[in-house]
């Protein structure tokens, strides 16, 4: 299951951790990236906070939590390589990996439909 957050995060829940990224209309509108800030392992989020930074040729842009939770697992090839995030933004260009603290914050989020009409609105 993969939803996500008006801030165009993705969160794809793989039994009690949920891998994070940047949709790839976030991908598109920043264009070329080539820096990306993940958050510290170990570090609790809450939702809606700023998790990290991805700078692209154009702009820096904050990266929010989609839900609440402690990272567990940094995309160490995105650090080096970070446009994997525009080439493959749902993939292998995922940010970093949580541990959920409250599964419900899921609830809260789009389907890929809804933020389908959400993203051609913004």
Do not use: C
């Amino acid at each position: 299951m993969i939803r996500f957050s008006d801030e165009h995060v993705w969160v794809r829940v793989e039994g009690d951790t949920g891998v994070v990224g940047i949709s790839p209309h976030a991908q598109e509108t920043l264009g070329d990236i080539v820096f990306v800030e993940l958050p510290d392992a170990g570090r609790q989020l809450a939702v809606h906070e700023v998790a990290g930074v991805v700078e692209s040729v154009k702009a820096a842009s904050d990266v929010f939590a989609p839900v609440s939770g402690v990272v567990t697992e940094l995309n160490q090839a995105l650090r080096d390589n970070p446009s994997l995030a525009n080439s493959d933004p749902l993939g292998e260009g995922w940010f970093f990996k949580l541990k959920l603290s409250d599964a419900q914050q899921l609830e809260a989020l789009m389907d890929e439909a809804a933020y389908a009409g959400f993203s051609q609105a913004s």
